[in-house]
């Protein structure tokens, strides 16, 4: 297993090498980027002074810009610079927050990986018991409601989940038990503690409840299969006719073996820390990963996003790895050299 993991390892650094690469190729096709706005701005400022543009900024004052943002070298070298950067662990500025990009990513992680392990914690604790219920119960009154509810969850994207609480339980005629945006209410800096961290908490219920909606489905219906497909295996009647109870059987023996499909979606783990739901943080007003990633690419801040790029891949590696052990660990039958 260690020299494995160390193979995994350093066959992370060509994988991320290629995809920056990737990346970054494509980058240098979008149209719009950091230089022609700034040249767009300088024409609309000299327009509105009855300036004629075209005129007023010249091809020196061009360069300048393109200088100013590293666009007067070629697109290889831009990469090798900004591959250099990065070994000394520095991802450049942002173009339109005028700051570093650790700075910018500073700012709105705390808020994603709140969320993702949240969401992430919550589901596995509540999925795996109800998915064994609904194995053990299958095709039973308590099967047939809570598969409703599952299926409700699962077909309503999060954010129309998401319009649909905020017009009964925050902003709409109905009830106004829940905020209707943001993270904390405005006075929250005058607030004591304890109510500081209620007051998060309650501007977190429906934002969590859309967050968890998609994938609490999916968790609990996996789960329920697992099982059964465990439950159908001669082992497991070989536990029933030695007199081994059901219920100890299905923890003892089918338990283990049923959370092996669930163990790849542990990998995920590392990206929900870093990611974000654009439609779901746009929904509630929320300053977080997802709606960065989105502003960047409308803004064309390429530095933020091929550090989120950068980053991402490196947790989603990580978290395939982090995967194939949690393989070994529930499956003593998998070994890897």
């Known amino acids: 297993m260690k020299y494995y993991i160390i193979r995994r390892l350093l066959l992370m650094i060509p994988t991320i090498l290629g995809i920056t690469v990737i990346c970054f190729t494509l980058i240098q096709f979008v149209p719009g980027g950091p230089v022609e706005q700034m040249i767009a701005r300088l024409r609309a400022t000299t327009s509105e002074r009855g300036v004629d543009a075209s005129v007023s900024i010249s091809d020196e004052e061009i360069q300048n810009i393109k200088a100013y943002y590293g666009f007067d070298k070629p697109a290889p070298v831009r990469y090798f610079i900004w591959l250099g950067n990065v070994l000394r662990l520095d991802l450049g ?5 005028q700051e570093p990009v650790w700075d910018v990513l ?11 392990l949240t969401s992430f914690l919550l589901s596995y604790l509540v999925c795996i018991p ?6 053990v119960k299958n095709m039973t009154a308590i099967d047939t409601a809570t ?14 989940l998401g319009i649909l609480l905020i017009i009964f339980f925050a902003g709409g005629d109905y009830f106004q038990w829940f905020p209707l945006s943001g993270i904390v209410s405005d006075n929250f ?8 961290v209620g007051d998060f908490l309650h501007h977190m219920i429906l934002p969590m409840i859309c967050y968890m909606a998609s994938e609490f489905a999916f968790l609990t219906l996996l789960m329920k299969n697992s099982i059964l497909e465990e ?4 082992y497991m009647r070989t536990a029933l006719v030695k007199g081994s109870p059901f219920n100890r059987a299905v923890w003892k023996h089918a338990f283990r073996n049923s959370l092996i499909p669930l163990a790849t979606r542990m990998s995920e783990i590392f990206t929900l820390i870093f990611a974000g739901a654009i439609l779901i943080e746009k929904v509630f007003d929320i300053d977080g990963m997802g709606l960065l990633v989105f502003n960047s690419i409308v803004n064309r801040d390429y530095n933020v996003v091929m550090g989120i790029i950068l980053i991402s891949s ?3 590696l990580l978290g395939r790895l982090f995967s ?3 393989y070994a660990v529930v499956d003593p039958r998998i070994t890897f050299k």
């Open 93 to 97: 500025a942002s173009y339109a927050y």
């Open 106 to 116: 500073s700012t709105r992680f705390p808020i994603s990986l709140f969320f993702g």
């Open 130 to 135: 109800l998915g064994m219920l609904k194995a």
């Open 147 to 160: 598969s409703i509810i599952i299926f409700v969850g699962y077909v309503i994207p999060g954010y129309a």
């Open 189 to 196: 800096e005058n607030l004591r503690v304890l109510s500081k």
């Open 231 to 234: 439950l159908k295996k001669d």
């Open 314 to 316: 490196v947790l989603t």
């Open 324 to 326: 194939d052990i949690l």
